[in-house]
């Protein structure tokens, strides 16, 4: 499985070079989380907080390709402004590397202009040349990075797909059942972890980075709310109303957000009815915690009890210590 990571310039998760750097050209340093990724299966994901649109279609996003291409035409100079070129793609895209380029390039033409009218001139003319033709090739070999990070279309070597969010993937390992477990309890159970991955999987349709930190928390709670159900069945009655109204509740407000998010357009109707529908994210969790709260009620006691034990007898060890047990 190839390795991925958050790349923090491109706030998205992406695939890794060999080096470790991001598929769109930034360094090392700027990726965090490294892990085995799975390519994503869902489309129309927008890059930016704030998109409710999703990718604009390829024909517009290559509309204007030759203005991130230009730059290109400073390395046909004979080597008088080659190292702009590098300068203005590197400090565009924010990459050292490229920017560092540019100064190397302009070496060649400092010694030459340096040299002029000694007789050194012509083997440094000669390099600036050769340099140049480099640089031409270098220019050609970095653009489509360079596209990669103005309009976020993948180098032709990247994979196909961009990788999947990790927070958006089901629990690699669910606690089974214990055996004997009510017939009931264990199609509800079953069910409702169904739920849960539909709605996490819809949550990577969501492009506002905000929204899709409250599903997936909210996909969090539940996820703990049915391991502790899935180890004692007995509770599922302490959690009826996650599981017979909350959960639904809750596919149905992120299903809708996630369909009227992916409009092309958007009314005044629709931003409204999507901030309320982001507000009541809120109180869903809240209700999830409530509901989590009660399933853990009688750990909770359990706990509370193990601590006045030990208390009573940390207090009867000392008493005992003191008196010389008598």
Known sequence: ???????????????????????????????????????????GVAPHEGDYAPFAPPRARFRFW??????????????????????????RARHAAWTLAGFAYLIPLILTVASFGTPLF?????????VSAASVAHALYLRPYYRAVM??????????????????????????????????ASEVILGARRQVDAIRTTAGAIGKRSVQDKVVALCQTADQILEELASRPRKVDAARSFLTYYLDAAQRIVDGYAMLAARPTTSPEIARALARAEASLDSVQAA?????????????????????LL????????YYSQTGGL
């Open 151 to 184: 309009f976020g279309d993948a180098p032709r070597d990247a994979l196909p797909a961009p990788p999947q969010d990790p927070r958006l993937l089901p629990p690699a390992v669910r606690p089974p059942l214990p055996k004997g477990t009510d017939e009931g």
């Open 66 to 91: 030759w203005r991130h291409s230009l730059w290109i035409g400073w390395t046909f100079t004979l080597g008088f402004f080659n190292w702009l070129a590098f300068m203005y793609v590197g400090i």
């Open 122 to 130: 012509r083997g440094f003319a000669a390099l600036q040349l050769f």
């Open 288 to 308: 999830f915690d409530g509901q989590f709260a009660n399933v853990l009620e009688d750990r909770v006691l359990d706990l509370e009890s193990e601590i006045e």
């Open 311 to 318: 208390e009573k007898t940390v207090h009867m060890d000392d």
């Open 1 to 43: 499985m190839p390795l991925g990571g958050f790349c923090e310039v491109c706030d998205r998760w992406v695939w890794l070079t060999p080096y470790g750097a991001c598929e769109n050209g930034h360094p090392a340093t700027k990726v965090r989380n490294v892990q085995q990724l799975k390519a994503s299966t869902s489309v």
